[in-house]
């Protein structure tokens, strides 16, 4: 069997932790950003862990 490649565009938007956690960041931060308040911003900021029903598909795409 060969070796399972990492999926690059996964690589630059999902991050391991030390304790095995996957984090990531919120969407929507990019552009149009006047029509959204401060305190709407800063939590889009935030780096959140990925949800349990997406974990195996992303551990597949990093190659844990």
Do not use: C, W
Not at 24 to 31: D, E, G
Not at 51 to 61: F, G, L, N, T
């Amino acid at each position: 069997m060969p070796k399972i490649k990492t999926h690059k565009g996964a690589a630059k938007r999902f991050k391991l932790t030390g304790s095995g956690k996957i984090m990531r960041v919120k969407a929507y931060k990019s552009h149009i950003l006047t029509k959204k308040n401060s305190k709407r911003k800063r939590n889009l900021g935030r780096e959140i862990e990925v949800s349990q029903a997406d974990y195996p598909r992303v551990r597949r795409q990093l190659g844990i």
